[in-house]
């Protein structure tokens, strides 16, 4: 079960949902101490001075073992086993990967800056704000270490603040972040890059007027509180908004750049209102709603229209999912080689704006990433193994993904809680509905060639469109009595 140890916000540990009751006062200020240098040895000396400050105990060593013990047993008691020991002089408590919040912020923090493109990277400082739940560590009781530690948790939060609102600006979203940025400059008057920020959004969505009004606040503001002048990169943007320079948001492709890759509908589908259905309960009932999402697997033999139901049907749905679809054809079920997953990621990732690391377990950790809290279709077609499909699918449940395969995919019924609808023959109603779109009235001239052409092709949605397609280019374009064994054998399954 997952252990997670949290700072940013009240100081907690978590195994699996349920908490683990960390007692306020120096226990809870211990653990807060020994998770800011997880993995590290604390000298005693070190934890007494900021439990303790001015007002250490004659026998700190003593009276410090004491906590730790009751520590110790509090994680234990809730089934986090292991985790502290004696080190080097001092206390240590290991976590391991994934673990620690802090850790998370950090490492998102780095992927971002490092981020191949601007919307990868607005996602990422999203995503390491949003890891933040309250002011961090405010339920320590640890005076010395709140007044050292806190300042620099909310100066590296306020610059995550700035540099995703940055890229949010250079994606183009002006207007809707005016709003929020007014809030930041009430709660930070003297932060300059917010008070830029603003004018910014507030000129690029055509209210010049709005952003110089802000200039003459921040500029009275800081001469009253500071008696300096406003810095000399608002001083340029002010000027720049004074002579028009900036009037209207520069082109930028990566705004629009929300992936749109299902192919074309299927012309004249028919049938399969059995299964549509079953696919549409799976949404849930409100568009609102965030429960977590399923991987769906339609199996079924070979010209069934798996590949067909799959894209008709998330192009019925394609608005419940505002972030973009990917499709993928995974090329498992023919005579091709199937498609190696580290390339198919390649794409997924070239798609999602991002740059491609050479390691497939990277890969796939950058794009899981990149699709955590994305509302995204993805379909992934004719796939020819479960492990093929696994380093494809998204780590949450804000993306449904759709498989298709000749195989039941067990391995993902079993492992990933997919849900699998076979798809069967058409019944013969459906059979000759796709014919009678496909061919027009001839159906209901000739019933009898039409329902011989429907059992001589199996009621197989591939095999009847191969056929329309066989008498539609013959001269005339008839279907006759008699013709129907021609026409099936122009397809590989009249046999």
């Known amino acids: 079960m997952t252990v997670r140890f949290l700072l940013l916000g009240a100081v907690e540990v978590r195994r699996g949902s349920v908490p683990v009751p960390i007692p306020p006062g120096m226990l809870r200020s211990l653990l807060a101490c020994l998770l800011l240098r997880a993995n590290q040895p604390v000298p005693i000396d070190s934890l007494s001075g900021w439990l303790w400050d001015s007002t250490t105990p004659r026998d700190a060593r003593t009276t410090l073992r004491g906590y730790v013990m009751r520590l110790r047993r509090a994680l234990e008691s809730g089934g986090v086993v292991g985790r502290l020991e004696r080190s080097d002089g001092g206390y240590m408590i290991r976590v391991h990967d994934g673990e620690l919040d802090l850790h998370d912020f950090h490492r998102l923090t780095r992927q971002a800056r490092a981020a191949a493109g601007v919307g990868e990277a607005a996602r990422l400082w999203q995503k390491a ?4 739940r309250s002011e961090p560590l405010f339920d320590v009781s640890a005076q010395r270490l709140v007044r050292e530690v806190v300042p620099v948790f909310q100066e590296q939060r306020v610059e995550a603040q700035e540099n995703r609102i940055e890229a949010e600006l250079r994606l183009g979203r002006h207007t809707a972040l005016i709003g929020e940025l007014r809030e930041l400059v009430r709660e930070y008057p003297l932060r ?5 920020q603003l ?11 709005e952003a110089l009004e802000s200039y003459r606040t921040v500029h009275r503001l ?6 300096v002048e406003p810095s000399a990169e608002l001083r340029d943007l002010h000027r720049s908004i004074l002579t028009g320079e900036i009037t209207s948001p520069p082109a930028n492709p990566e705004a629009a750049s929300v992936p749109a890759q299902l192919p074309a509908d299927v012309f004249g589908f028919c049938g399969r209102a059995d299964l549509l259905a079953r696919l549409d309960n799976l949404l849930p009932g409100d568009p609102a709603n965030t429960n977590p999402l399923p991987v769906v697997v339609l199996n079924g033999a070979a010209g069934t229209g798996k590949t067909a139901l799959a894209v008709h049907w998330a192009h019925r749905v394609r608005d419940r999912f505002p972030d973009g679809q990917l499709y993928v054809d995974l090329r498992g079920c023919g005579a091709d080689e199937p498609v190696d997953p580290t390339r198919v990621l390649a794409w997924i990732l070239r798609a999602l704006g991002a740059a491609a690391p050479p390691d497939v377990a990277e890969r796939s950790a950058l794009a899981r990433t990149l699709l955590d809290r994305r509302r995204m279709l993805v379909v992934l077609d004719n796939a020819h193994t479960a492990d093929q499909v696994r380093p494809l699918l998204p780590g949450s449940g804000s993306c449904l993904v759709v498989v298709t395969s000749r195989d039941t995919l067990s391995g993902l019924v079993a492992r990933e809680g997919a849900r699998r609808i076979e798809v069967g023959l058409l019944s013969t109603e459906e059979a000759l509905e796709l014919l009678r779109t496909l061919l027009g009235d001839q159906i209901d001239t ?11 092709c199996a009621r197989l949605p591939l095999a009847l469109r191969m056929a329309a397609e066989s008498i539609l280019g013959r001269v005339g374009g008839g279907l006759a009595t008699g013709s129907t064994g021609e026409f099936v054998r122009s397809t590989d399954y009249g046999r």
């Not at 704000?129 to 933040?132: A, D, M, Q, S």
């Not at 060639?449 to 001589?456: M, P, Y």
């Open 446 to 456: 000739h019933p009898v060639a039409a329902c011989t052409l429907v059992g001589r």
């Open 222 to 227: 800081i001469r009253d509180e500071l008696g």
């Open 192 to 196: 300059e890059r917010f008070w830029a």
């Open 129 to 132: 704000l949003g890891l933040w």
């Open 199 to 209: 004018m910014q959004a507030q000129a690029r969505s055509g209210r010049q007027a």
